[in-house]
């Protein structure tokens, strides 16, 4: 299913607080996707066993869509926590632009600090850059002006992602503007000196049944959540991937910036795969007229 969130205008808005616009339905005519494991009423088996390659991986291929944990805490903070409700049920209870606003606060897409009980660990810089952000209504986030999000936005947008997985490169696409990463698994290192890059340059490899991530050279004062917590070009961050069942996707991301934090931070991200659809085209800039009202107020 496709969130009712698909459009740039609507991101764009919630940022800055303004109307919601009607929703905007729209997506690729159904068609089946193959290999899905069904219930006997016909229903994705969510909880079959995960697929895997022919070298006996599990594959993460396919279209996911984040399911939000409100309010949630990291995994070493709370081992038993419930699952997160899935996307249908955080958009079930929104009617208007302040029922949104004040769900999404207290998410990890606005701010990764309400994963934890004292916010993120900033140094001090950083805690003044993101208070300045968040005071100037996060006007400058990238995802407002068609420019590419920080990884964490990505991770935990509302729009879907496609991951295509081969043996040599896993290849992720965002449907929210058009975004796209690589994740090499050839075997090549992190580069020592890598130019910067939006996304960073990212290389992985498997350890049992996760795949480890590790990514640098990302661009200076990035944005990685909405109210516009940094990351810097000292950055080293590794995301763990997990496929546990064909349905779900865990991924748990350490955020290593010792320029911007006093100590590394861990969140997790829930994912759950979406059938029988297919990412939509989002071209951002197509039609903008948003830019020139994005003024503080």
């Known amino acids: 299913m496709q969130t009712p969130l698909h459009s740039r205008r609507f ?47 599990p594959d993460l291929t396919g279209i996911w869509e984040n399911a939000p944990a409100i309010g949630s805490a990291p995994p070493a903070a709370a081992p038993n926590a419930k699952a997160p409700p899935t996307s249908d049920d955080f958009f079930a209870g929104i009617k208007t632009n302040e029922d949104f606003v004040a769900i999404a606060k207290r998410s990890p897409f606005w701010y990764l600090g309400s994963a934890f009980k004292d916010g993120l660990p900033f140094q001090p810089w950083a805690a003044e850059l993101h208070r300045q952000r968040v005071a100037d209504n996060n006007k400058d986030n990238p995802d ?8 964490m936005q990505f991770h935990n947008h509302p729009e879907p992602r496609k991951i295509i997985q081969t043996p040599q490169v896993i290849v992720i696409l965002y449907e929210a ?89 861990t969140v997790a991200v829930h994912q759950r795969i979406m059938v029988d659809t297919e990412l939509i085209e989002f071209v951002c800039q197509e039609n903008e007229v948003d830019a020139p009202h994005l003024t503080a107020k």
């Open 11 to 57: 991101f764009a808005a919630i940022i800055l607080m303004a109307a919601v616009p009607a929703a905007v339905v729209a997506q690729w005519p159904s068609y089946p996707t193959p290999g899905v494991p069904r219930t006997s009423d016909g229903k994705p088996n969510l909880s079959a066993p995960a697929p895997r390659t022919p070298d006996g991986k």
């Open 177 to 265: 503007n058009a975004g796209m990463r690589q994740i090499f698994t050839d075997g090549r290192p992190l580069p020592k000196d890598a130019d910067p890059w939006w996304y960073g340059y990212s290389t992985g490899r498997w350890e049992g049944e996760t795949l480890v991530v590790q990514s640098a050279g990302f661009r200076d004062l990035g944005w990685l959540d909405v109210e516009g917590s940094p990351l810097t070009v000292t950055a080293h961050v590794i995301e763990r991937y997990r496929r546990p069942d064909f349905g779900h996707l865990e991924i748990e991301v350490t955020i290593d910036d010792p320029r911007a934090y006093t100590k590394p931070w």
């Open 144 to 151: 407002a002006h068609c420019l590419p999000m920080g990884m």
